[in-house]
C-alpha cells in the first residue's frame, strides 16, 4: 500500500461527534431544517438558504442521515475547515 492512499486522506472524526445523544428526527424535514440550523450556528457566512440545499443534499446520503443531524453539521463543518486549512487541528 502507498503512503498516500486514499484511506491516509480521510479526515478522522473525533469521538465526541460519534457520542451525540440527540434523538434522531422523524422525517427528512426535520432532519434537514436541524441540520440547515446547525450548519448556519457554525458557519455565520452560510445563507439559510445555501445551509439549506447543503442539508437537503446530505440528507439523501446515508452516511450523513443516519446520523443525528446536528452531528452530521459538526463533521461537515469540521471537514470542510480542516481541507481548507481554517482549524488549528490536524
Known amino acids: ?16 461527534l460519534v457520542r451525540r445523544t ?4 422523524n422525517s427528512t ?8 440550523t446547525r450548519l448556519v450556528r457554525l458557519a455565520v457566512v452560510l445563507k439559510p438558504d445555501e445551509a439549506h440545499a447543503v442539508a437537503s443534499e446530505m440528507s439523501q ?10 452531528t ?13 486549512g481554517l482549524s488549528d487541528e490536524e
Open 29 to 36: 424535514d426535520e432532519w434537514v431544517a436541524r441540520c440547515r
Open 61 to 70: 446520503q446515508s452516511e450523513w442521515r443516519t446520523m443525528v443531524p446536528e
Open 22 to 25: 440527540e434523538p434522531l428526527p
Open 72 to 84: 452530521a453539521a459538526d463533521a461537515v463543518y469540521r471537514q470542510v475547515t480542516l481541507r481548507a
Open 1 to 16: 500500500m502507498s503512503s498516500s492512499s486514499s484511506f491516509d486522506r480521510n479526515v478522522r472524526l473525533p469521538c465526541a
